[in-house]
């Protein structure tokens, strides 16, 4: 029960803290939002101006914006865009579904590069040039990658549709665009973390006992190379939720990245503090999650915890 | 198991990614061969689309070039444009102006209906403008097409279908701007159930009397249009009647270019639109491209006189003799568009003075002596002029995003400058920034294209008073010859005063143009009977698929 309670706590600093830094970020750099969203060609002059800020709240000192906010939040109401005039739980969820596709969808593709790869892995001649398939990947940019993929699998080939608004065909070269890099990243950890495991004596005795590659590698020191990885992967994981702009906006999709990077642009604050809230949360609970991962896996943290409990 | 595990895991992976890529293919394939049918009446087109999700759908309210793109083909206006240029009858079936210009009293058509079934009347059009002028609406360009909040006076209902347009002092402009899509109309039922939202638009919300009914919008992704069935109220321009002969049209937006194009080339739209010159080449031999040359201000650099070295009218005529324009437009547009010599575009209806055309040159020696004359004689360790320490330089500030041709445009006048040891420092900087620069005015120069039919922007532009005076210029004889053009009605007696603002400008040296932007469209060969409106904007009512 306290560890709940820790866990909750822990997880409202997060968000408090997050939010706290958001808004002050936002504060700070210079721009209006009421002039970037009227725009340079408007004719709305000063007092209406004056009556807009007065409106959205924004002509209070930065202290009271900040408590009232915070007030806000703490009973559940993110507040009204400011662009929009919508309801922010409305402007994000209205593109939750698509961004929670593109992830998963991406996480998957990663799972297979990464069987995939250790696979190929367990011959050793191959892992040289694993490594150099890799590097590409590390170092291809996102926007390179999304355009070539686009110009063989559907300008060229026709078999996938440009644009991301036609169902599961339609979300595969993006998927593929996000998981090239992040499978050859986590891939690198995760191969160097075996490597690592296979230098351990144990290696030595399991492989005495008779047990194969492939055994070896599930029960043993892919077990070892784990913990690692899946931290790298829940950081992965939950910047892809806000993180995706680039692939948004080559294949035309909708998704937070997109909103939240108009919002800033826009000096859209509600709307950028109910990204930064979604965004910690994802984290937070990923993070949790990993951790009761990381005990399942790896029986020694758990043993160590206890320990320390008793 | 664990021995078998090298021979089935291999195969089992490869299997399972295969099955992902084929699923993808087989259906990816099917949704490509039903767009291309010949049957069916569903057109795609993929727009760059800026950031009309952005709250950018309020016909009233936005700004934006895409915004109009979408919902020209959702609201109806007043009048149109025929492709001569003359005032034709659309939503009204006539119209009497009063002699003093201050009355235009309009008779509707009795028979037009929004798309929830609500009556066009003198009370919507009433309602309508009313929305246009309240401030909370925001509205920067539907206002500014009326006259503003200072000369429009309101509407007044005679009966249900005759309605007067009042003004406080003539505007000349008025019936040709009455034409444009910001001058649209919503339905009473709309503006008075979901007026705040608006902005952001949607099915049963972006309610007009238009060809198209608004069905679907996904932020960031598409808006989807389809056939308004009952239509039956097209424009006297319109070579169409009835209903649209399309079914569906489906807006994709895609904000890079090479996508769009690949998108028509792949059969995937039929329309591309919003397309920038390096694009047209990569245009498929099965599609035509369209370019329509925007009438306005074409694209130029704003000096702003009233701030620092531009101050001095010899560092402007300095400034601009340095400029090889000819030679950065040719190579950096690809010969899709054409140098600019006036500040109005040769496609602005009867005011463009083509006696400008080759009125300067690209003169680095005489630069040099502009800039002697005016007092910049020394020159610093980087081989800038320098007068009293200071060195001869001016800030460009430029508004994010910048597309690649402006940057290299850039990069080019930056060039030709140091040539003559002027510094031109580049700041580009994104919409809240920039702000807080352009409204106090600290900056040297600024640039900007601005779409217009009638002369009348440079009211705006060069007037004291004028909302986007950029160059802070304050002329009480061209505040005159600007107040005079737009009360008066006689079309030859305005265009006469246009040019002489136009001449005094390539004198005075405040506004510099450099390109005239055209909207370049692709179709693929499929596709008949698009038309162009007067801004080259596509229009989809006559259009089909054959």
């Known amino acids: 029960m306290t560890r709940l309670g820790a866990r909750i706590l822990g997880l409202a600093v997060v968000i408090w803290g997050a939010i706290t830094l958001a808004f002050f970020a936002l504060k700070l750099v210079p721009g209006d939002p009421v002039d970037v969203m009227l725009g340079p060609h408007s004719q709305v002059g000063p007092e209406e101006r004056a009556l807009i800020r007065t409106d959205l709240g924004l002509d209070g000192p930065l202290w009271q914006q900040y408590v009232t906010?915070?007030?806000?939040?703490?009973?559940?109401?993110?507040?009204m865009s400011y662009q929009l005039r919508k309801p922010v739980v409305e402007v994000i969820g209205a593109q939750l579904g698509a961004t929670i596709q593109l992830t998963i969808a991406s996480l998957l593709f990663v799972a297979v590069f990464l069987a995939l790869g250790l696979f190929i892995a367990r011959t050793p001649s191959l892992r040289g040039l694993l490594g150099i398939v890799e590097l590409v990947a590390v170092s291809a940019p996102v926007f390179w990658t999304g355009l070539m993929l686009l110009a063989v699998f559907s300008f060229g080939l026709n078999w996938f549709p440009v644009s991301g608004s036609q169902g599961l065909p339609s979300?595969?070269?993006p998927a593929l665009t996000i998981a090239i890099p992040v499978s050859a990243v986590i891939g690198q950890v995760l191969r160097r973390g075996i490597e690592t495991a296979e230098e351990h004596p144990f290696v030595e005795t399991v492989r005495a006992r008779g047990v194969g590659p492939t055994?070896?590698?599930?029960?043993?020191t892919l077990r070892h190379a784990t913990n690692g990885t899946l931290a790298l992967g829940a950081y992965v994981a939950g910047s892809l939720v806000g993180g995706a702009v680039l692939v948004e906006s080559i294949f035309g999709r909708s998704g937070i990245g997109r909103v939240a990077l108009t919002a800033i642009l826009a000096r859209d604050l509600p709307v950028v503090l109910g990204v930064v809230l979604l965004v910690a949360f994802v984290f937070v609970v990923i993070n949790a999650i990993v951790d009761a991962a990381s005990g399942l896996i790896d029986p020694r943290l758990t043993r160590a915890t206890v320990g320390r409990a008793s | 198991m664990p021995t078998l595990g090298r021979r089935l895991h291999i195969p089992a992976v490869l299997a399972l990614t295969s099955t992902l890529i084929l699923t993808g293919c087989a259906s990816g394939?099917?949704?490509?061969?039903?767009?291309g049918d010949s049957a069916n009446q569903n057109l795609t087109m993929a727009i760059a689309g800026a950031n009309v999700f952005d709250g950018h759908l309020d016909i009233h309210k936005t700004q934006i070039d895409s915004s109009i793109l979408i919902l020209r083909n959702v609201f109806d206006s007043l009048v149109d444009i025929d492709s001569d240029g003359n005032v034709v009858p659309w939503l009204a079936d006539s119209w009497e102006i009063s002699e003093d210009g201050l009355r235009y009293t309009f008779t509707l058509r009795d028979n037009v209906t929004f798309h929830d079934g609500e009556k066009f009347n003198a009370e919507a059009v009433k309602l309508n403008l009313e929305?246009?002028?309240?401030?909370?609406?925001?509205?920067?360009?539907?206002?500014?097409?009326?006259?503003?909040?200072?000369?429009?006076?309101?509407?007044?209902?005679?009966?249900?279908?005759?309605?007067?347009?009042?003004l406080n002092s003539p505007f000349a402009p008025l019936l040709q701007n009455l034409s444009s899509a910001q001058l649209g109309f919503y339905s009473p039922k709309v503006l008075n159930e979901h007026r705040s939202d608006l902005s952001a638009g949607g099915s049963g919300i972006t309610v007009g009397t238009g060809p198209f009914v608004v069905s679907e919008i996904t932020p960031g992704q598409n808006v989807v249009l389809t056939r308004n069935d009952a239509y039956n109220w097209p424009s006297k321009a319109a070579t169409h009647s009835g209903p649209a002969a399309l079914e569906t049209l489906t807006i994709n937006v895609l904000p890079e270019s090479s996508v769009r194009v690949g998108a028509l080339n792949s059969g995937e739209a039929q329309v591309a639109a919003e397309l920038p010159p390096s694009a047209v080449s990569e245009v498929g031999s099965d599609a035509t491209v369209n370019s329509v040359q925007s009438p306005g201000i074409p694209y130029s650099l704003y000096l702003n006189d009233g701030f620092g070295v531009f101050a001095d009218e010899n560092v402007r005529k300095g400034f601009r003799s340095s400029l090889d324009i000819d030679a950065a437009v040719k190579t950096i547009f690809f010969g899709e568009y054409d140098r600019a010599w006036s500040i109005l575009s040769p496609t602005t209806p009867q005011v463009y003075d083509s006696s400008l055309e080759n009125s300067w040159k690209f003169d680095p020696d005489a630069a040099n002596k502009f800039f002697d004359d005016a007092g910049w004689t020394e020159r610093d360790g980087d081989g800038y002029r320098v007068k009293d320490g200071l060195r001869l330089a001016a800030t460009w500030i430029a508004w994010t995003p910048v597309s690649d041709e402006n940057q290299s445009l850039a990069n080019a006048f930056q060039g030709n400058l140091k040539d003559v040891g002027f510094e031109l420092i580049r700041e580009t900087l994104e919409p809240a920034q920039y702000n807080e620069k352009y409204e106090p005015r600290t900056f040297d120069l600024t640039d900007w294209s601005y779409d217009g039919l009638d002369g009348d922007i440079l009211r705006n532009h060069l007037h004291s008073e004028g909302f986007q005076n950029v160059s802070t210029v304050v002329r009480p004889d061209i505040d005159a010859l600007l107040e005079k053009a737009v009360t008066t009605t006689d079309i030859n007696e305005r265009a006469s005063l246009y040019k002489d603002v136009q001449q005094w400008n390539n004198d005075f040296v405040s506004i510099i143009p450099v390109y005239v932007p055209a909207v370049i469209t692709a179709q693929s060969k499929n596709?008949?009977?698009?038309?162009?409106?007067?801004?080259?904007?596509?229009?989809?009512?006559?259009a089909s698929l054959k």
């Not at chain 1, 906010?69 to 507040?79: E, N, P, S």
């Not at chain 2, 394939?29 to 767009?35: I, L, M, R, W």
């Open chain 1, 69 to 79: 906010y915070l007030g806000r939040v703490l009973r559940g109401d993110l507040g």
């Open chain 1, 171 to 173: 979300l595969i070269l």
């Open chain 1, 215 to 220: 055994r070896l590698l599930t029960h043993h």
């Open chain 2, 29 to 35: 394939t099917a949704g490509n061969t039903s767009s």
């Open chain 2, 131 to 166: 929305h246009v002028v309240d401030p909370k609406t925001e509205s920067a360009s539907a206002l500014s097409k009326l006259g503003g909040d200072k000369i429009f006076a309101g509407a007044e209902v005679i009966d249900d279908y005759t309605v007067v347009l009042k």
């Open chain 2, 527 to 542: 596709v008949e009977g698009l038309t162009f409106g007067p801004t080259g904007q596509p229009q989809f009512y006559g």
